[in-house]
């Protein structure tokens, strides 16, 4: 199956400073989503980006499906970043066994201080 | 708030136990997922339905059932739990379930087995 690799797999930064999470994938994807795990376990959407550049707020994310990965851009980061972030993608469906199956890396644990 | 809603929030039980985890999709919503994320395996797909109908499954152990009923919710049924069962288990839904459609995650329910 395909096989989705983060990093880096830990990143502790200071309140206002800049951050980029990779997401690698070793097939091509119909379906990549970001997610936000915070400390109380919530999975939030963060987006949706098979292909192209999307913005929302001081997060925007950039997936280059030909070269098979995506970028995570935080801005000005602030305590409340602290948590996991998860990328997931679903490659084209084979057979029918996978259909709407997101596969996930294993995460990038961010730690903001003030 | 995704929509999705699932009960309980926490479950604490003995092994050999037997438990029922229920999941609301968004409203509109054909399509549920069941994940679980435990702390060995990250998060990991066990199973897909769409509109009552089993769509994919994924490494479900043959303990666990689940099911889609008529009104569109479902319920994962946990059975003889043991210890590595503990986990979050995490419900999905999106309105089409298919392999491009975004997936929205629910709270979770956070299972402790003793």
């Known amino acids: 199956g395909i096989q989705v690799e983060q990093s880096p797999p830990d990143l502790i930064l200071q309140e206002g400073a800049n951050s980029t999470l990779r997401c690698n994938f070793s097939d091509s994807v119909n379906n990549l989503q970001w997610f936000h795990q915070n400390p109380w376990g919530q999975l939030i959407n963060l987006f949706y980006?098979?292909?192209g550049t999307k913005q929302n707020g001081r997060l925007s994310a950039t997936t280059v499906a030909t070269e098979r990965y995506s970028l995570l851009y935080i801005s000005s980061s602030q305590t409340t970043d602290s948590g996991v972030y998860f990328c997931?993608?679903?490659?084209?469906?084979?057979?029918?066994?996978?259909?709407?199956?997101?596969?996930f890396g294993q995460g990038t644990i961010l730690t903001v201080h003030p | 708030d995704s929509g999705v809603t699932q009960t309980p929030k926490h479950l604490i039980t003995a092994t050999g136990q037997r438990v029922t985890l229920r999941c609301s999709p968004r409203s509109g919503d054909l399509s549920v997922y069941w994940y679980q994320q435990s702390l060995d395996q990250g998060l990991q797909f066990l199973i897909q339905?769409?509109?009552?109908?089993?769509?994919a499954k994924g490494n479900i152990l043959e303990r666990f059932s689940a099911q889609q009923f008529p009104d569109l919710h479902s319920e994962l049924n946990l059975s003889s739990l043991e210890l590595g069962d503990s986990a979050l288990y995490f419900c999905a839904s999106n309105q089409a379930g298919g392999t491009y459609n975004e997936q929205f995650f629910g709270p979770g329910t956070r299972l402790t087995v003793l």
């Open positions: 997931a993608v679903i490659a084209p469906n084979a057979g029918g066994t996978s259909y709407g199956k997101l596969t």
């Open positions: 339905y769409y509109n009552g109908e089993e769509r």
């Open positions: 980006i098979p292909s």
